[in-house]
Structure formats: structure tokens, C-alpha cells
């Protein structure tokens, strides 16, 4: 009944029957618990003598729940989560309440059964079974949920605490309302200030720290042919990627300096850009050097550093110098790439990216996808050990990591197809693993380009048209979110808070944004969740 727990950062937890809950009736089978934080070696008195409120109380704490007077944190973790599963439970009940109701209407309604009784008869049947079933779904149902939710934010709120020393955010701007901190929370009542980001109205323009930045920009493989021109907008500017005469790539404007005429309209002659109004030519660094029946006088275009590293073409948007590393975005080894994709897409990359590191959306929005057929998990959570933008989804076997500054990694773990839940990536025998890059294109464009590979049937690469067909499917998993994230940029375009009200499952989403307004806000030596994998260039 004395132990008391150790944690650095966090408060130690008290727990203590609840005669409240002990005198109810029906509610708990195992008698409810309260459990308060307290900060001292001496905490029950430090409770008692202070009247504290209890953080939070427990209806059922089921038979298993530790019984000790102290809990540390993960141990009141795990009393909330019986307590979730004896929701769970209570509303299965609910569930079984209403539909047993549902059959007696449909009853009460066969034609068969009606040739027995008079009219009035089942007028007034029908009528009670009405009210009987208004009042399940009213009360039952409404309470069910309540718990749940309840239960819901007890076990996001153990969490934070469990989490605070090693997950602590960094301070964030005025556009960020932190929590209280730790011993506020010894003095809040149940509810605590919640963590709010502000994500609304047309979309700013872009601040220029977010270009100091390596962008992948195009797949090499869409450069093949020496003569191939890609044009790409990126922060709201239209640049062109060519090959010159050496074979590298470059990036330079997409618009002719004689009289704007957009060069990827032309063609490429020996390893030069060639308007299609005029005739002149530019090399990748931008200098034009060919003049057609006018005398040649010294002009220059716009052009960008560029540089292809493991079959991507990269460039540097930002005024400031180049950085010396291009990150690695190779799947890991063992993997062969079956598909590189690219698509131009109507919203803009933040809501985009937001939506890519979600993964709790998938059992409502990939009904007819990837997702056909799950269940819906009593909760959802994506778990960040090693560093604050890599983790893994819980129950899902998929890791998933966001690298600055636009890019998604994921592994998914695949053991029998439609069957995800309950198995780590590391328990799965075959793998996919997915990487997509949201190039900011303009305020409501975003240039995605998206590259599958797999850890197994390497054959696949050679069956004709599978191109095709990762294609068609990579673009039906995305339509069933595009329509989504269009309707989100329209509200958010008129006010609408997008990122309004965060739960646990939004926490790479959340930390996402965290990281970009850093950025924008111009700290650039102290970014929280600064990516250390990164490749030399050569
Ligand atoms: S507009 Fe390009 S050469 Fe005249
Ligand atoms: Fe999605």
C-alpha cells in the first residue's frame, strides 16, 4: 500500500478507492478507483491536507488492476486501459440491446405475422418497440460513447505523462498554446488545456526558409531520353530540368529571356534548352548561348543548383548557400523498386503531407482500398521511439517516418493481404515500402512524386504493364483522400481551423507542423526533430 514510484519529470500517482464509485450501483464490477498526482515522498497526506482533485477517475478497473496505494504512470496506464475495455464491453452490450429491439420491429412488421393481429394491435406494438428503441440509442448509446471518450482522453493524458521526459516538445510559437506544465497539472482538475495549432485561411505565401532546403524534384528515370525537358513549379515559380551535354541534370527558369516564351516548349539540342519561339539556347547553368539571326549578346536565365542522387533529381530553391548533404531516400536494402509515379495534384503540400502522416484515417476513408475490410482499433496511436519524427503505428505493422522537409517513409508490414492488425513490421515476412515527396508547387498545387518498392517477387518488375497497374491503384488509394483534403482546403480557405482539435493518433501530423513553424519562425540551428540520416554529395 506504500510504494511509491520514481519518475523524473512526472508526477507520481496516487491512487485510492472511490466511495462514490463503491456506493453506485451497477456501475463496475470491480469497485471504481481515483487517481490523483502528487509531486512529494509523502503524497496520500500531501493529497489529503490539500484537497486535491483527482486527475482522474476510474469506473471499472477490472479484476487485475494493480491494487497498491502508489502507482507509477505506466501502471495507471494500464488501469485506464481495463478501464477502456470494460467500455468497450458495456457498449457491446448497448449494441446487443438496440439490435435484439431492431429484430422484435422487424417482427412486429413481417406480413406474415401480421395477418394475426389487428391493426391497433400493432399500432401499439410498434409504438412501444419505437419508444424502447429511441430511448436505447438515446441513453445507452450516448452514455456508451461518453465512457468511451472519457476513457478515451484519461488514457491520451497517462500518455502524455508517461511520455514527458522523453517526447517533451520544444517551445513553440504564439500560434502554439503548450500545456501546463507538470505541476500545474498536480493543481488542474480533470480536463487540461489542450495543445492547439491554428491552420487556417488562404494559405500564406511561402516564407523563405522553407526553400533552404534539398527538393526532390523529379524521378531519373523520367530523364532518360537526352532530350527530355521536365517542368516543374516549385514555390510558386516554373522552373525546367534538362539534361546538359555532360549528362547531369539542371534546373533553370522556364521562361525564354527574349520574350517569355515557356522553354519546355522546345526541345533540347546538344545538351542545351532550345526556345521554340526564336531559336535560343541555354545550357543548365542558364547562360545562353546560342542567338539565331541576331548578333549574340551576353544573357542569362535563372538557373538552380541541381544534382541526381539514387535516381532522384534534386534542387536548392532557397537564396541561402547549399547545404553539403542530400538525405537518403533509398528504401532499405533487400527492397526493389516496382514503381515511381508522378502526379500533379490540386492542394496545397501542408494539407497533403498532413493527411500522409495520418494512418487513423484508413479504415474510413480506403474502404475500397487498402483497407477494405478492417476493423476499426479501440485506439490508434503512433509511438516514436527512436527519434520524434520516426515511429511506428500501433496496432498497425506499418513505421512511418516524415524527413524533412516534405518527404513520407513508410514500411508496411504485409503477412496475409487485408489482415494488417496486430503484428509489428518485424514480425511480418514481406514488406512494402512506400515513399512519397509533396513538392510545394504553388499555395494550392502540390507535385507528388511517389515511389513503391518490395522486399519480395522481384519478378513482378518484369510482368508487362504492372506499371500500369501500381499506377491505377496508387492513384484510386489517393483519390479516396484527395476529395477529402479538397474539402478541407476549401473550408480552411474560409477560416475553418484544420488542425482544430488533435488527439493522440495526430502526434506525427502535430509535430510535422511543429517542425515547419521552427522553420518558418527562422530557427534554424535548434529545429526539433532534426534528421541525422544524410548522404554526402559526391
Ligand atoms: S521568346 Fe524565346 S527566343 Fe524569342
Ligand atoms: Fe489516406
Known sequence: MNTVASLPLAPRLLIKPSLACFSRKDVGRYG??????????DGAEFARNNNLEALFQVDDPGPRAPVKKFLDVNEALEVVRFDIQYCDWRARQDLLTIMLLHSKVVEVLNPLAREFKS???????????????????????????????SALDKLAHMETLVSAPSTAEPPTSSSLSATASSTARVRAKNKQPRRRLDVSGPVKPYNPSLKNFWYPVAFSSDLKAPDTMVPIDCFEEQWVIFRGKDGRPGCVQNTCAHRACPLHLGSVNEGRIQCPYHGWEYSTDGKCEKMP???????????????EQEGMVWIWPGD????????????????????????????????????????????FTHTSTFAKGWSVPSLVKFLTPASGLQGYWDPYPIDMEFRPPCMVLSTIGISKPGKLQGK???????????LHVCLPS?????????????????????????????SHFAEKVLNEDL????????GMIDGANVWNWPVSYDKLGIRYRLWRDAVERGADDRLPFSSTQAESLS
Open 32 to 41: 471504481g478507483i481515483k487517481v490523483y498526482a502528487v509531486l512529494r515522498e
Open 119 to 149: 391493426i391497433g394491435t400493432l399500432r401499439k406494438e410498434l409504438a412501444e418497440l419505437q419508444q424502447e428503441l429511441e430511448k436505447a440509442h438515446n441513453q445507452q448509446v450516448h452514455l456508451s460513447e461518453a465512457r468511451v471518450s
Open 442 to 470: 504553388s499555395r494550392n498545387k502540390t507535385r507528388l512524386l511517389y515511389r513503391m518498392s518490395l522486399d519480395f517477387a522481384p519478378w513482378l518488375k518484369h510482368v508487362p504493364l504492372m506499371h500500369l497497374l501500381w
Open 483 to 490: 476529395r477529402l483534403v479538397l474539402g478541407q482546403q476549401e
Open 293 to 307: 539571326s541576331t548578333k549574340m549578346l551576353d544573357v542569362r536565365i535563372q538557373s538552380l543548383p541541381c544534382f
Open 320 to 363: 541561402d548557400p547549399p547545404k553539403a548533404t542530400i538525405p537518403s531516400l533509398l528504401p532499405p536494402s533487400g527492397f526493389t523498386v516496382h514503381a515511381e509515379i508522378v502526379m500533379e495534384l490540386p492542394v496545397e503540400h501542408g494539407l497533403l503531407l498532413d493527411n500522409l502522416l495520418d494512418l487513423a484515417h484508413a479504415p
Open 424 to 434: 509489428s513490421t518485424r514480425q511480418c515476412s514481406t514488406h512494402l515500402h512506400q
